[in-house]
């Protein structure tokens, strides 16, 4: 197949694009680094079955040649990202969306769209199944990706519905792993790196709240799954273990051996108190199970982060 991933140069991006090319396909990557980084597919400099193309999707789009698979992971996904980015966040989401699709139609090819968890806001139903409708506030902070993404979810089944479009839904939980940016605003990379750095280890709120953390390597093999034999329903793709905030601290700091103190902060508007993936879906649609357990991911993760650091003069204080 030949596919086109949008948001290439992105953290779960650039891992779907490799894991494409494993399979031997063809993979022609978009992006305008907003948030992606270069160094996430200089790897794939000169391979034969990549190319790349330095554009907005939210602005027109022309791809040259067939395309079997369209994919539409461009959005900046992290707190810090979106609440910087308000206005690219939502036009990607809606008008990059509609450009994504649009191609996908004319190409006649599959689109795939990476939603989020967000969409379920601040649940009342816990765990979050494909069923829940959300609770989401529209006009707060946080609304700009969560309603971005709501949308996105509904012109892809208008596409579907109303031009037949061969469509998939990935709601994507809480994913970590190497080729995150430090200090992204992510809760994982944050405490790494806080931790590697010597620097108190910011906790928003008491640390109650709680995540469900999935290590990169089980959501691309979800997502991958779900692009080739799923169907147009939204599906969950995320570790069903739920963590507080405070013990993903505790093991960031048991991992790296760092004795950083805690330092608790006021919790953001809107910030969700609970948060874990149904994936009884999955599981029988996909035959997909998450394998790396969160010590595992965090010791990975810690490694990649411990380079990246080393690699740009920061001193690991750990």
């Known amino acids: 197949m030949r596919v086109l991933i949008t948001g290439a140069a992105g953290f779960l991006g650039s891992h779907l694009c490799d894991r494409f ?28 079955r ?33 609440l910087a980015h308000p206005i690219p966040t939502l036009k990607v989401g809606s008008l990059g969306t509609h450009n994504a699709l649009g191609l996908a139609r004319a190409k006649g090819a599959r689109f795939f769209l990476a939603s989020t968890s967000e969409v379920y806001g601040d649940p009342l139903v816990h765990p979050q199944d494909e069923g829940y409708w959300g609770n989401v506030n529209p006009v707060g902070p946080r609304g700009v990706y969560d309603e971005a993404k709501r949308f996105a979810e509904a012109m892809t089944m208008a596409y579907h ?20 940016r430090p200090r992204d605003g992510r809760v994982v990379s ?27 390597s089980d959501e691309v093999e979800g997502i991958y799954r779900l692009f080739m034999r799923g169907d147009p329903q939204p599906t969950n793709i995320g570790n069903p273990h739920e963590y507080t905030v405070r013990q993903l601290a505790e093991i960031v700091l048991e991992v790296t051996g760092s004795s950083a103190r805690l330092e608790y902060r006021p919790l953001p508007t809107d910030d969700p108190r609970v948060r874990r993936p149904d994936v009884a879906r999955a599981r029988a649609l996909l035959d997909w199970e998450p394998t790396v357990d969160v010590r595992e991911g965090v010791s990975r993760t810690v490694e990649y982060f411990r380079s990246e650091l080393h690699a740009t003069g920061a001193s690991s204080a750990s």
């Open 21 to 48: 090319l494993a399979d031997g396909h063809e993979v022609v990557g978009l992006d305008n680094f907003i948030t992606g980084r270069p160094e996430n597919l200089a790897h794939l400099v000169g391979h034969d």
């Open 50 to 82: 990549f190319s790349f193309i330095r554009h907005d999707i939210s602005d027109y789009t022309y791809v040259g040649g067939p395309l079997d698979g369209v994919l539409h992971f461009a959005s900046p996904a992290s707190p810090a990202d979106y």
């Open 161 to 180: 519905r109303h031009h037949g479009v061969d469509t998939r839904i990935v709601r994507i939980f809480n994913t970590y792993g190497p080729r995150m």
């Open 190 to 216: 944050n405490f790494i790196v806080q931790a590697l750095s010597g620097e108190p280890i910011t906790i928003y709120g008491d640390g109650s709240q709680t995540r469900s953390f999935c290590y990169v």
